[in-house]
């Protein structure tokens, strides 16, 4: 008998799970209440990387590595490019030594010289440096409209109002077009997922916060042949903590900060955003000189984080639904698919995936990491 399953939410993580999902024979349908891939997914652009605080989550990222280069060859098309991401300043290039400790892979260190090469819109910096050849910038829009083309026909377009388990198993999805029955379901609804857990009787612990991120134009008419990832822990340039990536071409590239900010969006909390978009053009002014200011364009999205780390994820069970949280979740998107696709057909959530797994965070996964006495 054919498993139904519903996806809720068209981002990322569940056109992933959807693709997963058919490729095992189970049978979706994907509800998006608004355009697929317009929710955090959005924007081109995303940083795909290996080193994590915690160490379960820098191995997990090596499997979704191999999981993009699955979809490159399905999709037929690159969706990492293949110019590195560097990390600058001591806490970065700790995080990639270790990380190179753990899986072997090979990272390097750079020089001033180097860095100009790898990343020509950089600053001067004199301070440590390093990059990972084999992480790059996601083709965010290419890979969403891969997935989007893939689960075309299985889109509906609506709202879902409620998520609750049927007595004697299997799933009820309410919308304002009326109740579905299936026999399970994926929950990746973004900032939508804390309201639809709580139908199912689930009290997670998401903070839904404000991201802001600027794109700009490169000053050099000429596209330069290598555009690297940056992810800068260094302070040198007046924050403590920002990334930046390239555009699919090489002629934009989106700057943020690397922290998100708690708002209060009926409070007067929006000011905070203009805040933000300041200090990221102050940051860009003296960290990247390479880039246009004046073209500069802001985009903001709520994201959504877990208390123990802002990398922290987690899938929650309720009867024959499944519900997955967390932040910076593009570039595990592969894994996460068919980490997804496996509890719907095992029926529990694989160990290391679990809410009390605290993915994420580094304490417990060092803890787990170290070596038995
Ligand atoms: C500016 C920015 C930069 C980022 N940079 C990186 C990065 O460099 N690397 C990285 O890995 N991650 C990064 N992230 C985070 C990453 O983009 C997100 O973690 C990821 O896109 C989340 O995908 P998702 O599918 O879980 O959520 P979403 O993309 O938000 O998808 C959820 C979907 O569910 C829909 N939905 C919600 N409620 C309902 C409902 N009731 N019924 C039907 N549909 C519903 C929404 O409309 C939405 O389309 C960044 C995020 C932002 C905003």
């Not at 364009?297 to 929650?316: H, K, M, N, Y």
Request: charged letters at 20%; a negative charge; proline letters at 7%.
């Amino acid at each position: 008998m054919t498993v139904r399953v519903a996806v809720v939410g068209a981002g990322i993580i569940g056109l992933a799970t959807a693709w997963a999902l058919e490729r095992r024979g189970f049978a979706c349908l994907v509800f998006e209440q608004g355009a697929p891939g317009g929710g955090q997914s959005a924007g081109e652009s995303r940083i795909f990387r290996h080193a994590h605080e915690d160490p379960r989550q820098s191995e997990l990222a090596t499997r979704a590595r191999s999981g993009w280069n699955e979809w490159e060859e399905e999709f037929g098309s690159p969706l990492i490019s293949d110019d590195g991401a560097l990390v600058i300043g001591q806490g970065g290039v700790e995080r990639l030594k270790n990380y190179s400790r753990i899986t072997g892979a090979e990272v390097s260190e750079l020089g001033p010289e180097d860095l100009a090469e790898a990343l020509p819109i950089l600053a001067s910096f004199e301070g440590p440096a390093m990059i990972d050849p084999g992480a790059g910038a996601i083709r965010s829009r290419l890979t969403l409209a891969n997935l989007i083309s893939a689960a075309g026909l299985n889109l509906v377009p609506e709202k879902v109002e409620s998520v609750t388990s049927r007595p004697g198993g299997g799933v009820s999805i309410a919308t304002s077009f009326g109740l579905r029955e299936f026999d399970a379901a994926v929950v990746s609804a973004g900032a939508g997922t804390l309201g639809l857990a709580s139908t199912a009787g689930l009290d997670l612990p998401i903070e839904t916060r404000a991201h802001v991120r600027l794109t700009a134009p490169l000053k050099e008419p000429d596209t330069p042949p290598r555009l690297a990832c940056v992810q800068d822990s260094s302070g040198a340039f007046g924050e403590a903590a920002a990334y930046g990536s390239p555009l699919r071409g090489n002629r934009e590239y989106a700057v943020g900060l690397s922290t998100t900010t708690a708002l209060d969006p009926e409070g007067g909390g929006m000011a905070e955003l203009d805040r933000i978009a300041l200090r990221t053009r102050a940051y860009i002014s003296k960290a990247l000189p390479g880039l246009d200011l004046s073209g500069a364009v802001p985009f903001q999205r709520w994201v959504t984080e877990l208390p123990w780390s802002p990398d922290g994820l987690a899938i929650w069970q309720s009867g024959d639904s499944y519900f997955i949280a967390g932040h910076n979740l593009f570039k595990l998107a592969p894994v996460l698919g068919k980490v997804l696709a496996e509890s719907v057909s095992e029926g529990r959530v694989p160990e290391g995936f679990r809410p009390e797994d605290r993915l994420g965070d580094p304490r417990m996964g060092a803890a787990e990491s170290a070596p038995a006495s």
